[in-house]
């Protein structure tokens, strides 16, 4: 972040403000699950359930690569 500005910068984190919201604004999140939308996300979804003590999820897709040898039209 710093190599964009000709000041410091501090890089300030949100994963402590929104681990405190979700403790104290949704009353039944220990009934939830941390998802990851794709496996690259899975290290960051991790340290969220472990300090919220809960499941994880990754979602794994793939896309449909069309065949190449087919002509569509």
């Not at 500005?5 to 009353?27: C, G, T």
């Not at 496996?39 to 340290?47: C, E, I, N, Q, W």
Request: no cysteine; glycine share 6%; hydrophobic share 40%.
């Amino acid at each position: 972040v710093q190599g964009f500005f000709d000041i410091p910068v501090d890089n300030l984190r949100a994963s402590p403000f929104l681990l405190q919201y979700i403790q104290e604004s949704i009353p039944d999140y220990r009934n939830a699950v941390i998802v990851a939308k794709d496996p690259g996300l899975t290290k960051k979804a991790t340290s969220y359930a472990e300090r919220l003590r809960l499941g994880i999820a990754v979602i794994h897709g793939e896309q449909k690569v069309p065949d190449s040898d087919q002509i569509d039209g």
